[in-house]
Nanobody
Framework: QVQLVESGGGLVQPGGSLRLSCVASGLPFSTSAMRWYRQAPGKERELVAAISSAGGVITYADPVKGRFTISRDNAKNTVFLQMNNLKPEDTAVYYC?????????????WGQGTQVTVSS
């Protein structure tokens, strides 16, 4: 059974930092691309950052470029999202996503989400 468990969310003041973690189990983590998404109230879920299985290819959404860093530790089946210089518009539920290739198909798995609130 695939499980993705996020942690690290919370309340932070503008300009502050948080580090999100996502621990994966039940999937071939080292061969799976990993992504962070977020969903703010009343808005659609959006891709924040993505990292390839070996970490060689990384992409970011324009609003977070230069502030957020995605990384992974394949030995610990964990993906991270370091968020610096947080802004109120970063407030959202952040979700970990795994794209797992099996038998010619790609399956998406999701964590339960962790709330990030940026407010003074």
């Amino acid at each position: 059974q695939v499980q993705l468990v996020e942690s690290g969310g919370g309340l932070v003041q503008p300009g502050g930092s948080l580090r999100l973690s996502c621990v994966a189990s039940g999937l071939p983590f080292s061969t799976s691309a990993m992504r962070w998404y977020r969903q703010a109230p009343g808005k659609e879920r959006e891709l924040v950052a993505a990292i390839s299985s070996a970490g060689g290819v990384i992409t970011y959404a324009d609003p977070v470029k230069g502030r957020f860093t995605i990384s992974r530790d394949n030995a610990k089946n964990t993906v991270f999202l370091q968020m610096n210089n947080l802004k109120p518009e970063d407030t959202a539920v952040y979700y970990c996503n795994a794209a797992v290739a099996r038998s010619g198909y790609v399956y998406d798995y999701w964590g339960q989400g962790t709330q990030v609130t940026v407010s003074s």
